[in-house]
């Protein structure tokens, strides 16, 4: 397994260098230094005497050769410099934003499963009654709804018209859950149709196994066929769907954040691509590959550790 | 199944008890009934840095905490009245002659002293930079350290432009630092600066030397880049001021949280400053001088709030929660009745509406460089003319600008010298007849060149990729063509765009200015030769007539004299006709009624420290708005548990079913 491990973190390094190549010659390609530059400089009408100075602080007028070198042994040391639009050390922005991405992430990830699991067992205990029926309308409902309906939807009615929750901000602490609450209700619920279709299909696969019916046939109860046999064993391929998004729980959801006014780092990227900010993007991008490569890496694991029938080579 | 049905009891108990304890209140309980203002910004500031902040939004921040020599009139306007702030008396403005080497010969100039003395007494804020920790005394050296800090090349200060060629010395210091920045040496803040003198017997007295007399430096002394800045902090602290402040202002920086909030606080060590005691006629009446004499800032805090989306902000604001809100597209038709007031709901509630006038124009540009709409003869002017004819403000102020703004006659906004109500431009007065007479004149009767036979085109350069942009380039071209030329539109991403612009590359353009201090001065040389591209002289206009009038009234004093000669500057400029004028911008924005103190200034952002807030009447209102409605929670708790009754039964049922009555659940 480790040996797998390493295996599989070697390969990352290329895609890491492709994708980083990708990034430098994308960014330089829609925009030359000195529009970054002038887009960076605060004033109405840079001179340029103050473009070339901006150029050669952040080492922009190097030629191309010099510039990727550093910009790849930089980002494969983590070392990501300072932002190039309000010279905020990026490691800073990430560290303060990751905690309350996180926290709402995985808030919603946590609650989200356990409620899509039961939702979708308790489906697959009626099925072919009314209440699987009226389910699947249900689910299928939730799906076609935008999430950008639900993130307005929800702040008008929690928050505005039943006044339960703050429609926005952010406190740590004790009063953090005030904050949290509205998103993450919001969060489960915009996922719950897609969640409990998939994860109905995958327990209703186990259901009509054999093991199934010999356990019925031995007398075990329809509740601990459900619990005990079908969950098990249908938690593979809800393992599979859901282990590679943990990693991801840290970059933060852009929508959510910025409606509900969380200081997470979901905005950070499309921020930064705006405001051209080439020091970030490149920074969030090469977290981005490496954050989704662990994802990968972890579902295998957790593949390999719930199914005994798979092994890692 | 007992266990179920309880655990689902137990669950809607749950529910039920939890409800008191919600609230959709964002703040602190009791924090709402304090002296503290609620405002909203649409994301974090680029930087508070008083050398290189410059938007309005940092401003509204920066100046809060960073307090200069003069400042402006709370209430007056009209014209806008400069108070000294720090500064303990006038300046005293004198000839100052000083040799410089012109053509290789050494020749006496004429140029200007300015004395300025601060006030003694004020002290900066505390801070861990400060010996103890305690703020000292701010001397007139720390401002003269401001000034050395803009021309500090790692400090990019984006108003350098105004001083570098005006303060004796100040190129030479600007070089010398330059030279030592690439040679990666810090900037050296000791290099003498003639134009830049502490008095030797006077701590409070510093001395400003131009090279030309230049009345508008008192409206600079009133820009946050002329604060005092402690030494001491920039030295500990250097770049992360971006987001850290040490100042002597009436606040100080208490809390910012990235992409959260930022907090400023009184400053203990502020004092000395009053609300002022008169205003324009109708203040007293608006309740505007209720405050008069009393000390400021009259609340303990303002807090910030970053609301990056406006449909949150705005729901913020109708719960009570924010203190005031602008008018957009988006709430337009909730805020104002169809007679042009305020709604019935606003009304209801006791907000209030104010109009904010901005010290601005927006304009179309021809480039005065291109070989087809540029040049000075008499076709091409008519060309230029023609169109201008053709193009109407009125509809883009209403369908843009939700009728608020005022259609432009020339360059110099309302309550600034030298706007003058009464005048009416010949060649802004909307009439297609007269339009295409012009046209005809210049060569392209109804639109075509005789030359060619084709339709004459006009190429508009523009930034429009969503819909409200594409919106407004259909209008530019529907009212152009309707003399018969045809317009292409070309669309950029911004910066490719400003990058056209700079390079001359472009025919027809829209821009917009906003001024920088109320002087004329600051909107007659967008048409001066020698700023043109990539200066802000956008159009490349260069009429030696109309910069030589330029040079004579940019240092001229307010008087008969100098609005005989911008008049002259606008006919000359009318007639030839390098831009469209198209209107001078108005907001709206709406303020919660237990504020207090409110009239919107086109230019000073220090409003913070005269507005006051009823704390108690808040607390009141957004408890009385705010009332949670718990029924439908109780509902949605009580269909669940009776909607799982039936299931249990079924649950039951299956259960205890036996094996042969059915065909089993294994379907």
Known sequence: MLRYIVRRLLYAIPILIGVSLLTFFLFYMSASPEQIARRNLSAKNPTPKQIHEWLAQHGYDKPLSEQFRKHITELFQLKFGNSDATNQPIWERIRTGAGPSFMIASLIFVA???????????????????????????????MSIVYIVYIIGGQYLLGKVLKYFPLAGFRGGAEAWKFVMLPMVIGVISGLGGAVRLYRTFILDEINQDYVRTARAKGVSEQAVLFRHVLKNASIPILTSTVQAIPGLFLGSLLLESFFGIPGLGSLLVDAINSQDFAVVRAMVFLGTLVTILGYILTDISYALVDPRVRLE | MNRTVSFLLALLMM???????????????????????????????RTIDPSVSYTLDEAAIVDLIYPCYFRYHYLKRDPFVLELNLGAEQPKREPYLYTATENGKTVQKRGEMWTFRIKRGIRFQDDPCFPNGKGREVTAADILYSFRRMADPTVPCPVLSFFEDKILGFADYTAHNRERVKQKLGADYQYPVEGLQLDPKDPYTFRILLNQPYPQLRYLMTMHFTTPQAHEAVERYGKELARYAVGCGPFVLSEYKTKSRIVLKRNPNFHGEFYPTEGMPGDAEAGLL????????????????ILKEGVTAWNLFLQGYQDGAGVSQNNFQQVMSRAGQLSEEMRRKGVKLHRDVSANIVYFAFNMNDPVVGGYTPEKRKLRQAISLAIDSQPYIDLFNQGMGKPAEWIIPPGLFGYDPSYKNPYRQFNLQKAKQLLAEAGYPNGIDPKTGDRFTLFFDNTAVDAAGRQFVGLVVKQIEALGIHVESRAWRGNVWQDKVDKGQFQFVRYGWYADYPDPENFVFLLYGPNKRPGPNSSGYDNPEYNKRFEQMRSMDDGPERLAIIKKMRDISVEDCPWIYINHDESLFLTQPWLQNVKPHPIAMDSGKYQSVDGAMRARLQAEWNRPNYWPAVALAAFLFLGSIPAAGVVRQRTHRSARRGPGGGR
């Open chain 2, 15 to 45: 529910t039920l008890f939890a409800l008191p304890g919600c609230s959709n209140n964002p703040y602190p309980p009791g924090q709402t009934a304090q002296k503290i203002l609620y405002r909203a910004l649409g994301d974090d500031p």
């Open chain 2, 290 to 305: 209720k405050d008069a004499g009393k000390p400021l800032p009259l609340v303990d805090a303002i807090q910030y709030n």
């Open chain 1, 112 to 142: 989200g499963q356990i409620t899509y699991i039961c939702v979708a067992l308790g489906v697959a205990y009626f099925r072919g009654t009314y209440v699987d029926y009226w389910g699947t309308f249900l689910c299928v409902l939730l």
